[in-house]
């Protein structure tokens, strides 16, 4: 079973970075892709980025790109998620997500392993 843990979220105002942090735990979770998804309030889940296993491949969705970067080591069961110039419309709750076969998706139902979330507010 693998289980994610996100951290890092929290208030900020529009123009400040933030970055959040997630740990998957189990046996394969280094071999999976990680990535992450936000939901903003009344709004379906949005894809944000994702990362390989080897950390070599990332993509990113279209109102994030050039500003948000995600990173992990290589196989390591760690990923990152650095945003900078927030907007108020970054505000959400957001899940790192895990994909078992390491594919690169970027639909929610491409991803077997949710976190539980993490509220990052952004003030205008």
């Known amino acids: 079973q693998v289980q994610l843990v996100e951290s890092g979220g929290g208030s900020v105002q529009a123009g400040d970075s933030l970055s959040l942090s997630c740990v998957a735990s189990?046996?394969?979770?280094?071999?999976?892709?990680l990535g992450w998804f936000r939901q903003r309030a009344g709004n379906e889940r949005e894809f944000v980025a994702v990362?390989?296993?080897?950390?070599?491949?990332?993509y990113y969705g279209a109102s994030v790109k050039g500003r948000f970067t995600i990173s992990r080591g290589g196989f390591q069961s760690a990923v990152s998620l650095q945003m900078a110039s927030l907007h108020p419309e970054d505000t959400g709750v957001y899940y790192c997500v895990a994909n078992a076969l390491g594919f690169l998706g970027t639909t929610p139902d491409r991803f077997g392993y949710w976190g539980q979330g993490t509220q990052v507010t952004v003030a205008a």
């Open positions: 189990g046996r394969t979770a280094s071999h999976m892709s």
């Open positions: 990362i390989s296993a080897n950390g070599a491949s990332t």
